[in-house]
T-cell receptor, first 112, second 115 residues
């Protein structure tokens, strides 16, 4: 079985501030981990993914995430928030079957 | 443009009616999925398919049926619609699910309201 927990359903940061969205996972096998972003009234788009190899992965729009096996975490960060980053962000895990399990999402609001 | 196409985008149903949400992809992907998205609940997997003729249940299959007669199409059928099925439905597809290149491509969604 696999699961994902996203801490904080809503996160607000000021424009230019650090963005940190938290994700913890549970998996019985080495996981593949993903962050997806959903802009209003759209489908989900892949931000970045971790499969194997380097634990710090870089994605689109300046986002990056670090896989920490000891902490079972895959937190998403961006050094400086931009107004266009306002969206809902989903962490997901692929843990040994063909099914991608999503977290409940974190809505990011950027304060001008 | 290549991708996942869902129809309709919006639909209102009365309780007890039936309908089919259509999903088609033109990327020759083997894996296809149906998710529903409810506020604060994230995405829940309804059904998925690993190839033509093969389907399997996800987390929340009750009240739904699927078929996969071709690689391209993966329709989702709602029988006897209920208010609990009011949701936004997303279809997605992928090629080699375990490869390093794997990524799910999502459709734009179908918003269904059952009254």
């Amino acid at each position: 079985a696999q699961s994902v927990t996203q801490l904080g359903s809503h996160v607000s940061v000021s424009e230019g501030a650090l963005v940190l969205l938290r994700c913890n996972y549970s998996s019985s096998v080495p996981p593949y981990l993903f962050w997806y972003v959903q802009y209003p009234n759209q489908g989900l788009q892949l931000l970045l993914k971790y499969t194997t190899g380097a634990t710090l992965v870089k994605g689109i729009n300046g986002f990056e995430a670090e896989f920490k096996k000891s902490e079972t975490s895959f937190h998403l960060t961006k050094p400086s928030a931009h107004m266009s980053d306002a969206a809902e962000y989903f962490c997901a895990v692929l843990g040994g079957n063909e099914k991608l399990t999503f977290g409940t999402g974190t809505r990011l609001t950027i304060i001008p | 443009n290549a991708g996942v196409t869902q129809t309709p985008k919006f639909r209102i149903l009365k309780i007890g009616q039936s309908m089919t949400l259509q999903c088609a992809q033109d990327m020759n992907h083997n894996y296809m999925y149906w998710y529903r998205q409810d506020p604060g609940m994230g995405l829940k997997l309804i059904y998925y398919s690993v190839g033509a003729g093969i389907t399997d249940k996800g987390e929340v299959p009750n009240g739904y049926n699927v078929s996969r007669s071709t690689t391209e199409d993966f329709p989702l059928r709602l029988e006897l619609a209920a208010p609990s099925q009011t949701s936004v439905y997303f279809c997605a597809s992928s090629s080699q699910i375990y490869s390093g290149a794997n990524v799910l491509t999502f459709g734009a969604g179908s918003r269904l309201t059952v009254l």
